[in-house]
T-cell receptor, first 113, second 112 residues
Framework: AQSVTQLDSQVPVFEEAPVELRCNYSSSVSVYLFWYVQYPNQGLQLLLKYLSGSTLVKGINGFEAEFNKSQTSFHLRKPSVHISDTAEYFCAVSESSGDKLTFGTGTRLAVRP | DSGVTQTPKHLITATGQRVTLRCSPRSGDLSVYWYQQSLDQGLQFLIQYYNGEERAKGNILERFSAQQFPDLHSELNLSSLELGDSALYFC???????????FGEGSRLTVL
């Protein structure tokens, strides 16, 4: 069975600073990887996804993530954050043979002015 | 707007009661998923239906049940409610098998 670990429960950062949110996964088979964002009082919205091909994936709102198979990681990065990026970010994995998503525990990104 | 509609948005009820949460998936999506989000458990997968049939089961209690109807909408039934069932219940839908889910805005259940 697959699992996802998000090492940081909370990441405080100043506006316009770079940020990295860490995600590691565990699976015995090939996987698809996702980052979702949840703004306050809203549902989850897909930020980006890795299915195959280039290991560097670009998503919405200037975010990108890099799939590293040897380190089983899929860290999310943004070179310059805005106040509006304050939200909860979830890493998720699904096995390529199925479509059930397993989520990490989430990382709360708090952007300060 | 993800295209997934959930009703009701908020629900307050008492212990021991039964409630039904409803979900309409995106047009064309055959799979419907139910997730529970709580502060202590995070996002937990409950159950998945594909074109009317149960496809995968997660950490769903026996007091909970779900079904997907011929028009592809789904209902999650929660019975003999306990205080610990208070949570945000999300429905999501997808069209294929890549795991890309589209989430509704959730139904917030409060059990008093």
């Amino acid at each position: 069975a697959q699992s996802v670990t998000q090492l940081d429960s909370q990441v405080p950062v100043f506006e316009e600073a770079p940020v990295e949110l860490r995600c590691n996964y565990s699976s015995s088979v090939s996987v698809y990887l996702f980052w979702y964002v949840q703004y306050p009082n809203q549902g989850l919205q897909l930020l980006l996804k890795y299915l195959s091909g280039s290991t560097l994936v670009k998503g919405i709102n200037g975010f990108e993530a890099e799939f590293n198979k040897s380190q089983t990681s899929f860290h999310l990065r943004k070179p310059s954050v805005h106040i509006s990026d304050t939200a909860e970010y979830f890493c998720a994995v699904s096995e390529s043979s199925g479509d059930k998503l397993t989520f990490g525990t989430g990382t709360r990104l708090a952007v300060r002015p | 707007d993800s295209g997934v509609t959930q009703t009701p948005k908020h629900l307050i009820t008492a212990t021991g009661q039964r409630v039904t949460l409803r979900c309409s998936p995106r047009s064309g999506d055959l799979s419907v998923y139910w997730y529970q989000q709580s502060l202590d458990q995070g996002l937990q997968f409950l159950i998945q239906y594909y074109n009317g049939e149960e496809r995968a089961k997660g950490n769903i209690l026996e007091r909970f049940s779900a079904q997907q109807f011929p028009d592809l909408h789904s209902e999650l039934n929660l019975s003999s409610l306990e205080l610990g069932d208070s949570a945000l219940y999300f429905c999501a839908s997808s069209v294929g098998v890549t795991g890309e889910l589209f989430f509704g805005e959730g139904s917030r259940l409060t059990v008093l």
